[in-house]
């Protein structure tokens, strides 16, 4: 148990390197680079929470920095794999001669309206950050994701996001707000309610009494009069 713990804190503590110098060397889909846990029964896994650290945006910077924007709905959970990347235990992302993993989770997204960035088709795969390996279990930062959830996520353009503050639940036709977006709205346009009322997947998973909540159409006018002011 011991060394499971040390092990994670180790990825855990290089994790927060990487993601805090914008480190995305080895985020291809090469599927060499994964080693996948197909079936891994979960019974007497030690449970980790996410020690992934980002840059705080707000949601204007978070506008300009997404690749892609887009309100979707989870329609498959994939199995986790184990990612592999080098990185750097220094400042100097040129130094990056350590190899770690930590589990990803790839997300099939139907994707009802892409507010940003140029989109093939209608389905588009999230990496969530997180997922179940051989030897433990690593939670995502923000909310897991489950079959027929609706969210809006802001993503880079190999999939990814930057944790909790890039993801919006959708609920009932209105979305979830974080820290990252309570400032860009009028009270008056804002719906609180208690979470226990919520009738929902994400109901066990918000770690807070109260909720707030803006219409999708107010919270999608906002991003795109952020696109707007951006150019």
Not at 105 to 121: C, E, F, Q, R, S
Not at 162 to 172: R, T, V
Not at 206 to 223: P, Q, Y
């Amino acid at each position: 148990m011991k060394k499971r713990i040390f092990e994670a804190i180790f990825i855990g503590i290089l994790l927060i390197g990487v993601t805090s110098m914008g480190y995305r060397a080895g985020m291809s889909s090469n599927i060499d680079d994964f080693t996948v846990y197909e079936g891994t029964s979960t019974d007497d896994l030690p449970v980790y929470e996410s020690t992934s650290v980002y840059p705080e945006f707000t949601l204007s910077t978070l506008t300009d920095t997404a690749s892609y924007i887009l309100k979707a709905e989870v329609v498959e959970v994939g199995d986790s794999f184990l990612k592999e990347i080098s990185a750097s235990l220094t400042e100097n992302p040129e130094d990056a001669t350590e190899m770690i993993s930590y589990p990803v989770t790839p997300v099939t997204l139907k994707v009802d309206n892409a507010v940003k960035g140029h989109m093939i088709d209608d389905e588009f795969t999230y990496y969530e950050e997180g997922g179940i390996t051989s030897t433990y279990i690593q939670l995502p930062d923000g909310y897991a994701m489950e079959e027929g959830m609706e969210i809006i996520l802001f993503l880079n353009q190999n999939g990814y996001g930057w944790g909790a503050q890039s993801i919006f639940p959708i609920i009932e036709d209105k979305v979830v707000l974080n820290e990252t977006a309570w400032d860009y709205f009028d009270e008056k346009d804002m719906f609180v309610l208690d979470t226990q009322d919520l009738n929902s997947d994400y109901r066990n998973q918000i770690n807070m009494e109260k909720v707030c909540l803006v219409a999708v159409d107010d919270f999608i006018g906002v991003i795109q009069d952020a696109m707007q002011a951006i150019k």
